[in-house]
């Protein structure tokens, strides 16, 4: 399978995201949304629409590196639930949603999909949960 490049990453998904860095197998995105700490993991393989889709090393590869996310994404938030969830109805391009969720968050215990209007980072906020994490996965 080919490496996905910049131009192949979705246009939703990049108009949604920042980017945080590449792992191994994927891009780790994280959504653009303050009211969740939300990661994205984007496998750079050209024509995945759904995990089966992926070589079974690279389903490995993808698990390794969600449970990596989620540990890291739990410890910076202090998340009581850790939700990870595929859909895709919406985005075709295969994506792994890594969301922490606290009890009394926005729409607890309800999905984070579809509720609401988004609510951006601010620069700094961004940038420093894009150094925490990183930080944290090292």
Known sequence: MQATTDHELD??????????????????LLMNDRRWPWAI???RRAG???LFDLAAEDRHQLDAEACDVAKAMQALTGAEKMNVATLGNIVRQFHLHV???QKGDPNWPGPVWGFGAREPYSSDEAQSLRARLLESLS
């Open 11 to 28: 246009e939703r998904l990049r108009a949604d995201t920042i980017f945080v860095s590449d792992l191994p197998l994927s891009r780790l």
């Open 48 to 50: 995945i629409v759904e």
């Open 99 to 101: 969301v922490a969720r």
């Open 41 to 43: 993991l984007v496998p």
